[in-house]
């Protein structure tokens, strides 16, 4: 494998997702690199998660190529790529009848064969490592505030230490103190363990904080990617009505 394939921890080529007679990704390309924390902006509806799902293997392309580092996705479920990567879906999505440290031990338990004792250290070092307790891994996640849902969710992903994490809209619903702590977490986790951060986000602050590049996309396409600032400077019209429109400049004029 040549130099040049091992930087990117994702390749997408060309890709093609559709459902009945509507396109939603129309041969778009994507490289996210090995370490970088990649922001994906895009309207609603616009095929983000589609995207993510599709690049995991949840949803079947019609046409086009998909690199996870280094490997093609088939698109079929394989047991060996679940270490690959850790997801954050959209809808939080605990399990609402297994307690915390039992949702934490959720991957363990399906990908492998450990003892009781290990996987109870594991929960623990999870936990901590997303800012919680161990007392909050009796927790139900009825009695979790939205933040500590997010980390416990987190915590989830991150179980079988997967170098590449995806993050479907991590800070929507949470005031700006926790949505900030939590972009600072991810940047830590980031640093810390050489992660690989795909995010789907509206959050102009996390965009700007935490990302190393941001991707927009429109029109089933990546139309823009580089940092925040080759973002502002794009002349593509969804992107400029996007950074530029009324409500973003009554939320960024500190940003220019
Ligand atoms: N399983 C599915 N079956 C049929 N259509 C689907 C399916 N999943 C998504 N879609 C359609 O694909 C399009 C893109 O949806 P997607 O969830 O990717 O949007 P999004 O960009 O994530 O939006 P949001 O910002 O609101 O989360 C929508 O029109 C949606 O209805
Ligand atoms: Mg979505």
């Given amino acids: 494998m040549s130099e040049a394939k091992d930087e990117f921890a994702i390749r997408v080529r060309d890709l093609v997702v559709g459902f009945g007679r509507q396109t939603v990704l129309d041969h778009l390309s994507l490289d996210v690199r090995r370490g970088e924390i990649l922001g994906l902006v895009g309207a609603s509806g616009g095929g983000k998660s589609v995207l993510m799902r599709t690049i995991i293997g949840l949803i079947?392309?019609?046409?086009?190529?998909?690199?996870?580092m280094g490997q093609p996705v088939?698109?079929?479920?394989?047991?060996?790529?679940?270490?690959t990567w850790g997801i954050l879906f959209q809808q939080g999505a605990l399990f609402s009848s297994l307690t915390v440290r039992q949702n934490v031990q959720?991957?363990?338990?399906?990908?492998?064969?450990?003892?009781?004792?290990?996987?109870?250290?594991?929960?623990?070092?999870?936990?901590?490592?997303?800012?919680?307790?161990p007392q909050d891994g009796d927790k139900y996640p009825s009695e979790l505030s939205g933040g500590m849902t997010k980390r416990v969710?987190?915590?989830?992903?991150?179980a079988l230490d997967p170098p590449i994490l995806f993050l479907d809209e991590p800070t929507s619903g949470l005031d700006p103190i926790a949505a900030g702590d939590f972009d600072a977490l991810i940047r830590t986790l980031q640093k810390?363990?050489?992660?690989?951060?795909?995010?789907?986000?509206?959050?102009?602050?996390?965009?700007?904080?935490?990302?190393?590049?941001?991707?927009?996309?429109?029109?089933?396409?990546?139309?823009?990617?580089?940092?925040?600032?080759?973002?502002?400077?794009?002349?593509?019209?969804?992107?400029?009505?996007?950074?530029?429109?009324?409500?973003?400049?009554?939320?960024?004029?500190?940003?220019?």
């Fill in 192 to 256: 810390t363990l050489g992660l690989t951060v795909f995010m789907v986000t509206h959050d102009l602050a996390s965009l700007n904080t935490v990302c190393d590049r941001v991707a927009a996309l429109a029109d089933g396409k990546i139309v823009a990617i580089g940092p925040m600032r080759e973002l502002l400077q794009s002349d593509h019209p969804w992107v400029r009505a996007y950074f530029h429109g009324k409500r973003s400049q009554m939320l960024q004029p500190q940003m220019r």
């Fill in 153 to 158: 969710a987190l915590a989830r992903a991150l």
């Fill in 74 to 83: 088939d698109g079929a479920h394989d047991r060996s790529t679940a270490a």
């Fill in 60 to 68: 079947p392309r019609r046409g086009g190529t998909i690199d996870v």
């Fill in 106 to 133: 959720f991957p363990l338990r399906e990908n492998l064969v450990l003892s009781q004792e290990l996987m109870d250290e594991i929960a623990v070092a999870k936990l901590e490592m997303v800012g919680l307790r």
